[in-house]
């Protein structure tokens, strides 16, 4: 490996730490937040990308592994690794955040803390992705909603505090039930291993010798943990309004890469470390899955602010995450994790034109939008784009993964397939709807259009950006999954689901 003797994981998460100190202490003028800010996320994003390159793709286990005694007496190491699976979500999430900085170049009101909490919510995300320790993986973890809260208080909508508030209870909540789970695997592995550890790899590997009702309870509680964070039905509550309220660049990270710490820790931490749990409750997963897609996608219908929508779609879009995870099979959850990285290129498509239209035309509400592409022609297209590729049109990196959890699912369930499949057809209803009330047809009377002019270059660059990797993963999927498969195939032999 060209990086074997690079700390590249700890260099990842400390050079968006320095560069948020450096915001706070140095970032005095707008320009120069933004600026240190940008410098210091397209370094993350450079260092993913060679992550990505010198991965060895096939080889068993975690790569790029530091780990370092930290509190010796309780068994907490600083402990950081990489497999098949984290590997794509560390490098969407260097992605997302240099793009969604770049998107915010003319946020005015408090730069430079906005800036900051940008960057400190990127060091927790990838802490989560590469941490192998429970007690890292959860000081990361609450590092990640510290951030979030402030985004969405201070440079949230009228409502801002309702769903800061809210936001913090259920993930809170959620953060409390998973903290119990991973005390109560702490000491029930102890025993068996002769040593205290919180090692993620340790306990998992002796968590064959768990008693099996102890796994069905640990299970549930991670199940609950995580469920709230994707969100899955009926823990959904709070996405719409932290959403709706928050700035366009915290929905953008809210729902591209803070949903997905909810799958990962499902797939990273409950499948292999309780594999007799998930099994139990694999009908109950497809259950709630097939909800969440049927909710999700029916309630879009109803929606009046575009916003609002594309937060309820995204709950119809991660059921079909949980229903991959939910079949168990190494195809469905490869297919999970793909939709995953899918979901989080298209959905930063779909938020940040959300933004654009409230920031352009002054209103995201679709029944007074109208005729808008002849004034606005890229935002059109990078809107069409997203809701195409958000509703599965072949090409694009949506499709794919749809397509393969949808292909694992009838080799689990047959034909309970056509309960989740039945949401193709009203996604696309939609999010065609949509389209056709805001970008077309003719131009709209009810609000003021004069001023409405297209997207800026700052706004340009990362839709453009996001567009082309939406087409080039659908084009050529497998140079993700061919990361993911060998480490689903080792999750799926756990579960004994081949």
């Known amino acids: 490996m060209?990086?074997?003797?690079?700390?590249?994981?700890s260099l990842l998460i400390l050079i968006p730490l320095i560069g948020s100190i450096l915001v706070f202490a140095l970032g005095n003028t707008r320009k120069a937040a933004a600026s240190i800010a940008l410098v210091f996320s397209a370094i993350p994003l450079a260092l993913?990308?060679?992550?990505?390159?010198?991965?060895?793709?096939?080889a068993i286990g975690y790569q790029f592994i530091e780990?370092?005694?930290?509190?010796?007496?309780?068994g907490i190491a600083y402990h950081l690794g990489?497999?098949?699976?984290?590997?794509?979500?560390?490098?969407?999430t260097a992605l997302l955040c240099f793009l969604a900085i770049l998107f915010s170049w003319d946020v005015e009101h408090r730069t430079k803390e906005y800036m900051g909490l940008m960057l400190v919510l990127e060091v927790g995300?990838?802490?989560?992705?590469?941490?192998?320790?429970?007690?890292?993986?959860?000081?990361?973890?609450?590092v990640v909603l510290i951030p979030m809260y402030f985004l969405i208080a201070i440079w949230g909508g009228p409502r801002r505090a309702y769903a800061s508030i809210k936001f913090f209870i259920y993930t809170?909540?959620?953060?409390?039930?998973?903290?119990?789970?991973?005390?109560?695997l702490y000491f029930e592995a102890k025993p068996i291993l002769g040593y205290a550890t919180f090692s993620i790899v340790d306990i998992a590997s002796v968590s064959g010798n768990f008693n099996y009702l102890f796994q069905v309870g640990a299970f549930a509680a991670l199940f609950f943990a995580f469920g709230v964070k994707m969100p899955v039905v009926p823990f959904h509550t709070w996405l719409p309004d932290a959403h709706v309220e928050a700035p366009t660049a915290g929905s953008v990270l809210l729902a591209g890469l803070l949903?997905?710490?909810?799958?990962?820790?499902?797939?990273?931490?409950?499948?292999?470390?309780l594999p007799d749990g998930a099994n139990a409750l694999m009908p109950l997963m497809l259950a709630i899955a097939i909800l969440s897609i049927l909710y999700g996608s029916l309630v879009c219908l109803a929606q009046r602010d575009l916003k609002k929508m594309v937060a309820f779609s995204s709950i119809s879009h991660m059921g079909i995450v949980l229903l991959g995870i939910s079949t168990g099979s190494q195809l469905g959850i490869a297919a999970a994790v793909l939709q995953m990285f899918a979901h989080g290129l298209i959905t930063a498509v779909l938020f940040m034109m959300c933004g654009v239209v409230q920031h352009k035309v002054g209103t995201r509400e679709i029944p007074?939008?109208?005729?808008?592409?002849?004034?606005m022609p890229l935002a059109a297209t990078f809107m069409t784009i997203g809701f195409l590729a958000s509703l599965g049109l072949p090409g694009m990196i949506g499709f794919v993964a749809e397509f393969s959890v949808f292909i694992a699912t009838f080799d689990a369930y047959a034909w309970i397939l056509m309960l989740p499949i039945a949401s193709v057809a009203i996604t696309a209803g939609y999010y065609l709807w949509a389209l056709q009330r805001t970008m077309f047809g003719p131009l709209t009377e009810k609000i003021d259009t004069s001023h409405a002019h297209d997207v800026n270059w700052y706004e340009a660059v990362p839709l453009a950006i996001l567009a082309i990797l939406i087409v080039f993963f659908g084009m050529f999927p497998g140079v993700v999954m061919d990361y993911i498969t060998p480490s689903a195939n080792i999750i799926s032999a756990i579960l004994g689901v081949g």
Do not use: C, Q
């Open 2 to 9: 060209m990086l074997e003797n690079v700390p590249i994981l």
């Open 48 to 58: 993913s990308i060679f992550l990505l390159l010198d991965f060895h793709i096939g």
């Open 67 to 74: 780990k370092y005694t930290w509190i010796e007496s309780y």
């Open 82 to 92: 990489v497999d098949g699976i984290s590997v794509p979500m560390v490098f969407l």
């Open 125 to 142: 995300v990838l802490g989560v992705f590469t941490a192998l320790d429970y007690f890292l993986f959860y000081v990361f973890w609450e």
């Open 172 to 184: 809170h909540v959620a953060s409390l039930a998973m903290l119990i789970t991973i005390m109560a």
């Open 259 to 273: 949903l997905k710490m909810g799958s990962y820790g499902i797939i990273r931490i409950a499948l292999p470390t």
């Open 368 to 375: 007074l939008l109208g005729g808008l592409a002849p004034k």
